[in-house]
């Protein structure tokens, strides 16, 4: 499944099973009386909200290059990302305010079985999406399949907490359970958004890639080392599904052009098949000439 079906197909599947997570849980809300529960859909709307938002972004960083845009659109997958994440927070901001009042004045909750039996429904039919789509942000190094299946992650858990929770009001009679539990959802996804926001404003700061990655790189390179090849000024950035990187080739001076730019297509094509969706930037220089424009200081 996770190979054959794309980015935008998962997006859909995730539109669509936030529609029907809306519909059960509001459904859960509305016969028991829960804001426990209707934390929970409140954060299934946010599910919605940000898997039609991430297959608009995705649409976006899929265009090519163009003369605006030289290097492409990728980076258009960090904006959804950190959208999701300040929906999360703005979800668990709201969800406070609606169990605060509960706090003052507690409900009996009715029809429980009924509304934690939907509740629980609609929690596996996410944690399968969910672990489908973690699986498929890796098979397409995407952060907007990353991102919405960990929330779907979170979603799953805090389902399955507010249950858990709930089914200690009717045999404790402890009413203030109840709206205890939406706080709790309240602020385990406030931590879950400050985590998506902070990897957007990451990504989009041109981080460095991960270290398994940078690993992968240095291996290639090694390959050609030799006592006429060194390699130097290497630097690493991130764009959405696209790895860059950009290196100083030193060769020995006597080399003919057409030597050097066939090893250099050598290497920029073992680095490509090493890691996919990388493209190398590879500056050739003779060995007794060395770069030195990091040492002068951009002025502020």
Do not use: C
């Not at 898997?51 to 976006?60: G, H, K, S």
């Not at 939907?118 to 942000?137: F, K, R």
């Not at 090849?229 to 001076?253: E, K, S, W, Y």
């Not at 290497?267 to 220089?285: C, D, H, K, N």
């Amino acid at each position: 499944m996770t190979s054959t079906l794309s980015v935008q197909t998962f997006l859909k599947l995730s539109a669509a099973a936030a529609v029907a997570t809306i519909a059960l849980k509001t459904i859960a809300w509305w016969v028991t009386g829960s804001v426990g529960l209707l934390s929970d859909a409140m954060e299934s709307f946010v599910n919605l909200a940000s898997a039609l938002f991430a297959f608009t972004m995705v649409r976006i960083a899929q265009r090519p290059a163009d003369a605006d845009h030289p290097f492409g659109h990728t980076k258009a997958e960090y904006f959804s990302s950190g959208f999701e994440g300040l929906l999360i927070l703005a979800a668990a901001v709201a969800i406070i305010g609606s169990a605060l009042p509960r706090f003052i004045e507690p409900r009996q909750l009715e029809s429980l079985s009924w509304g934690l039996g939907l509740a629980l429904a609609s929690s596996a039919m996410n944690g399968v999406l969910a672990w489908h789509m973690l699986a498929a942000s890796r098979v397409h190094r995407s952060i907007v399949l990353e991102a919405d299946a960990r929330h779907l992650f979170t979603d799953v858990w805090t389902s399955v907490g507010v249950v858990a929770g709930l089914l200690f009001v009717p045999l404790t009679g402890w009413l203030w359970l109840d709206p205890l539990l939406a706080v709790g959802v309240a602020l385990n996804i406030l931590r879950e958004g400050g985590r998506l926001v902070w990897r957007s404003v990451d990504g989009l700061m041109d981080s460095a890639v991960d270290p398994k990655v940078q690993v992968r790189i240095d291996a290639v390179l090694a390959q050609f080392k030799h006592h006429a090849i060194r390699f130097d000024h290497l630097g690493t950035r991130r764009a959405g599904q696209r790895i860059f990187v950009d290196l100083h080739m030193h060769l020995p001076a006597n080399w003919t052009l057409g030597r050097a730019a066939a090893l250099r297509a050598s290497v920029e094509q073992a680095l490509m098949s090493e890691v996919p969706g990388l493209r190398a930037t590879i500056q050739l220089l003779p060995l007794d000439v060395e770069a030195h424009f990091d040492d002068v200081k951009d002025p502020l």
